[in-house]
């Protein structure tokens, strides 16, 4: 009896609502939308009036956020036709408003007032349909004041309840007990996100952020098509998106910056947290048959697209965005079909029928581009090089040939050249100190007599003889008639000398001869090298000078001699690397190589040489120095008498003394130029 009841209650009361709602007056005319004409800022001493000029019945909804702090008028079913996006203010604790429309239908205008500090606000309707939202600077908390609705705007009973703790967007989902879904019908318990503070972000990030400049009526009514809720997902989220319009993602790394949400459920099915991730983020979520299981989780202030990657990296599932459809499988699945996909790819490249193109190259080396272009060809494809005519010719399937015809534009392009001027500094010094004595006496009385010894040389002055004349020693060619030399008592005398002092005391009885002999030579060479190369970037330079030493090798096994030929030549070999900054990176090396025929073996001089290799950074006409190949020679022979040879300043007098030194430098200065073509 009651069901029956209930049957035939029902659609008389349906009828009822319907026959009220056609007799109350309509907000708006049919097919018309409230519009936003304009709004003004006008200060006051200690307050801020904001004056919002609209057309036509509007339901405002006013909600407040303290960090930061903002307040924000949200006019729903209102269309924007103002052009005005922001107006500065910077007085009396406000910054500046700011207005936007989102994309929704009907759509919905929002009016920020961006705050210093939170303060008591109020909004009131003003004349001629004005609305003031008035701003009381010296008020440091804000007051959560109603809207009354004017007297000539009957409300709609459809109309929505402008209530100060509405969430005005599905971004800020409320999420209260764990049982969401069983506790639906119940008295919902003390939310863990306030729902004020939930509608002022959305408010603020949908006005700041999301909403575009300026849009008039005509462009709002065309742009309002489908089913988007105007709401951007996460950033990892909405870079896909623009990948797959052709936009390049503003970051590659992990960023989250969902709106923070609190979460405090346990043993939740996993498709009711889809479905209020759908809530929050705005986008259409489609879920696989196979994803099924329960979630236990507690998070406080996480943004909702990280919590949505934890589920599923925890539940060993994966999502695809497209669009603003994300669907949700499991890794298997989405695996699977990745490899259906790619085999299908596969066998339709099997299918389509092969083409032959030829790409003829103006800079590129044709044997050289091929060997890169093979790393693109499909599993059908084949290249081969024409060295006359400097072409490829492709033999593959139509969807590989625009990548390859890419790829050869890219690498067949005119390679810069640099011209690498090298000066090459070569300085040998020499010095030589040669100092000798010679000394030589006789004593004789008649009987007994003393003197040098012939071994040791004989005097090179000659005097008329001794009175014991057995020391004498008789002269030799080139000697005066009856004149005669003595041995000398040590003969240190230098081999070549330059210069030279004697000394001689002679009497019938005694006689000293004393010789100082010196020589001393000094020298100087310089040779200077200026080789110039031009070379193309990253292809090797090679400049030498120099001879070639013929090496004799000794007959064997009764063969006749052969002769080889060794270079010894000053060499340096560039190879230049032009960075994307117009540097020029050097890889050098250095050789000089020069035969010493002071010292050979078996006939063969020993050849000396210098090297130096080093990567080096120069600007463009800059020049780098390479040098330290220096060899300093210091050498020091002394020949003395013994015993005597040591006595302080006296033992010069029987000394030999010779000193040479010789100092060899080899400096490059490089210089390299990027040559503009």
């Known amino acids: 009896m009651r069901k029956q009841l209930l049957t035939m209650f029902v659609p008389l009361l349906l009828m009822a609502v319907v026959a009220a709602a056609a ?96 303060c008591a606000y109020e909004l009131t309707p003003g004349p001629a349909g004005k609305l003031v939202l008035t701003l009381h600077a010296q008020a440091s908390a804000p007051a959560a004041n109603s809207l009354p609705v004017p007297a000539s705007q009957p409300a709609s009973p459809f109309a929505p309840k402008a209530e100060a703790d509405e969430v005005v967007s599905p971004t800020n989902y409320v999420m209260v007990e764990p049982s969401y879904q069983a506790k639906k019908n119940e008295p919902a318990a003390e939310p863990t996100v306030r729902a004020q503070e939930a509608a002022a972000r959305f408010a603020d990030k949908t006005a700041a952020e999301l909403l575009p400049v300026s849009m008039n009526a005509t462009q709002s009514s065309q742009s309002s098509t489908g089913s988007s809720t105007g709401i951007t997902p996460a950033v990892n989220l909405a870079a896909e998106q623009k990948a797959q319009a052709g936009q390049q993602p503003a970051s590659t790394g ?258 000293i001869d004393a010789v100082l002999s010196m020589a001393e030579s000094r020298g100087l060479l310089k040779v200077l090298s200026r080789p110039r190369v031009v070379t193309q970037n990253n292809i090797q330079a090679l400049v030498k000078q120099g001879v070639r030493v013929p090496i004799v090798t000794q007959a064997q096994l009764g063969g006749p001699p052969t002769v080889t030929y060794v270079d010894a030549f000053l060499r340096l070999t560039v190879t230049p690397q032009i960075t994307s900054e117009n540097t020029i990176f050097l890889n050098v090396d250095v050789e000089n190589t020069t035969p010493n025929f002071g010292q050979e073996v078996q006939g063969n001089p020993e050849l000396i040489t210098q090297q130096a290799t080093t990567q080096v950074l120069v600007t463009d006409g800059g020049t780098v120095v390479i040098g330290g190949v220096i060899q300093t020679q210091n050498s020091i022979n002394v020949s003395q008498v013994p015993l005597l040879g040591n006595i302080p300043y006296l033992g010069n007098l029987f000394k030999h003394t010779q000193v040479n030194t010789s100092n060899q430098e080899l400096i490059f200065f490089i210089t390299p130029r990027i040559i503009q073509t």
């Not at 405002?60 to 924000?72: E, H, I, M, Q, W």
């Not at 079913?77 to 203010?89: D, G, K, L, N």
């Not at 030279?500 to 009885?509: D, E, H, R, V, Y």
């Open 254 to 511: 992990p960023k989250y910056t969902g709106e923070p949400i609190s979460v405090n459920l346990k043993d939740v099915d996993l498709k009711d947290f889809f479905r209020l991730i759908h809530e929050i983020s705005g986008l259409n979520v489609v879920l696989d048959p196979q994803v099924h299981g329960t979630l236990t989780v507690v998070l406080d202030d996480v943004p909702w697209d990280q919590a949505l990657d934890i589920v599923l990296k925890n539940n060993e599932l994966a999502r695809e965005l497209e669009g603003n459809v994300l669907r949700i499988a499991t890794v298997e699945t989405l695996k699977h079909e990745a490899d259906a996909r790619r085999a299908q790819v596969e066998a339709e490249a099997l299918a389509v029928e092969k083409v032959s193109v030829t790409r003829f190259l103006s800079y590129a080396k044709a044997k050289d581009v091929i060997i890169t272009v093979k790393k693109f060809l499909s599993q059908r494809g084949d290249v081969v090089a024409d060295d006359r005519t400097n072409a490829v010719i492709i033999n593959d399937i139509p969807k590989s040939i625009p990548t390859i015809d890419r790829l050869l534009t890219q690498l067949d392009r005119k390679t810069q050249e640099v011209e690498i001027e090298a000066r090459v500094v070569a300085a040998t010094r020499q010095f030589a100190r040669d100092i000798g004595t010679q000394l030589g006496f006789g004593w004789g009385n008649g009987h007994s007599g003393v003197g040098g010894n012939a071994g040791a040389g004989s005097s090179p002055t000659t005097v008329n003889g001794l009175t014991p004349g057995y020391i004498t020693v008789a002269p030799t060619g080139g000697s005066s008639s009856g004149g005669a030399t003595i041995p000398l008592f040590s003969n240190l005398g230098v081999t070549s000398p330059s210069s030279g002092l004697t000394f001689i005391n002679a009497s019938n009885t005694v006689r």
């Open 23 to 118: 007799q109350t007056p309509a907000s708006n005319p049919a097919g018309q939308r409230s519009e936003l004409e304009r709004v003004n800022v006008v200060r006051g001493t200690g307050e801020i009036r904001v004056e919002i000029s609209s057309r036509g019945a509007v339901a405002p909804k006013l909600s407040s956020l303290d960090s930061p702090a903002r307040v924000v008028v949200e006019l729903p079913e209102t269309v924007m036709v103002t052009a005005q996006s922001r107006i500065p203010v910077g007085s009396a604790g406000v910054k500046g408003v700011r207005i936007g429309m989102d994309g929704q239908t009907p759509p919905t205008t929002r009016v920020v007032v961006d705050l210093e500090k939170a």
